[in-house]
């Protein structure tokens, strides 16, 4: 992420040991306004729709329960 450009992101909750593998990879970062415990943001350019949609699924039922 060098320069000015605008991105596309989104933060969701995740389990905390979940969040320390995903962290690891370029496309995930330490979510910059929550606790960075359990929400992570998401580079959505760099994800795949199907990846995606099963995080926002993991993080639906982590909130619902």
């Given amino acids: ?5 605008e991105l596309g992101i989104t933060d969701i909750k995740l389990n905390s040991a979940l969040l320390e593998l995903l962290v ?8 910059y306004l929550m606790d960075k415990k359990y929400w992570v943001t998401i580079l959505l350019s760099e994800v795949s729709v199907g990846e995606l949609f099963a995080l926002i699924e993991d993080s639906f ?3 619902k329960v």
């Fill in 1 to 5: 992420m060098k320069g000015k450009e």
């Fill in 24 to 31: 690891m990879k370029d496309e995930f970062l330490p979510a």
């Fill in 61 to 63: 039922y982590m909130i």
